[in-house]
């Protein structure tokens, strides 16, 4: 850092900067109103992620037309914050709603990482499950979770909306106990499911 001392016109506009951020970083250290700062925003930044959860437009096969139904008036997924958005630079939720070929396994994979963490994946339906009715064939994934880390399952051929709108409110209460934990480091956190809960 540039010595505040020195000549004056050697002392620049990032040099400032520095100065003005290192003698406000030390006072709030020793205040420790940075750490209390950083546990308000924290809990401020859980919260309101919680409650929009912005979702992935992705419909991959029948269980996408449950998902349509979820935003329509008659169930209205909105009024939960369950806000569908086409792209993944801006989505939370990854939900998986249909069975994974293992052609379009590395495009959803890349989807998943395009998205900004924390992240939360959401298996709908049998297929994104085990495979569904395909369940060992030769050409689709036996469940989204071999390879992406899954924290809601909604069993189902197809589950209904409500079934979807209780997932993600299922997906609230784990961020609520995860805080924003990234989703690499989740290890020791299962998977829910939906039906299972009680
Ligand atoms: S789980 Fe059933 S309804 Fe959903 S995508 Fe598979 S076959 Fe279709």
Wanted: one cysteine or more; glycine letters at 10%.
């Amino acid at each position: 850092m540039a010595d505040p001392g020195q000549n004056y016109t050697a002392f620049n506009s990032n040099a400032l900067l520095e100065f003005v951020g290192d003698t406000t970083d030390e006072a709030l250290s020793s205040l420790r109103i940075k750490q209390f700062l950083s546990v308000l925003a924290g809990r401020f930044f859980n919260w309101a992620g919680r409650k929009s959860l912005f979702t992935l437009h992705l419909g991959i096969k029948c269980c996408a037309i449950e998902m349509a139904a979820s935003a329509i008036p008659r169930f209205d997924a909105e009024r939960f914050g369950v806000i569908f958005r086409s792209s993944p630079r801006q989505s939370d939720v990854l939900l998986v709603n249909g069975p994974i070929s293992k052609k379009f396994a590395d495009p959803v994979v890349r989807l998943w990482e395009q998205m900004p963490e924390p992240k939360y994946c959401i298996a709908m339906g049998e297929c994104a499950i085990s495979g569904g009715p395909y369940f060992q064939s030769y050409n689709i994934l036996e469940g989204v979770d071999t390879v992406i880390p899954v924290d809601v399952y909604i069993p189902g051929c197809p589950p209904r909306p409500e079934a979807l709108i209780d997932g993600f409110g299922l997906l609230r209460e784990k961020i609520i106990k995860i805080g924003g934990a990234p989703s690499t480091g989740r290890d020791g956190e299962k998977p829910v499911i939906v039906g299972e809960e009680a």
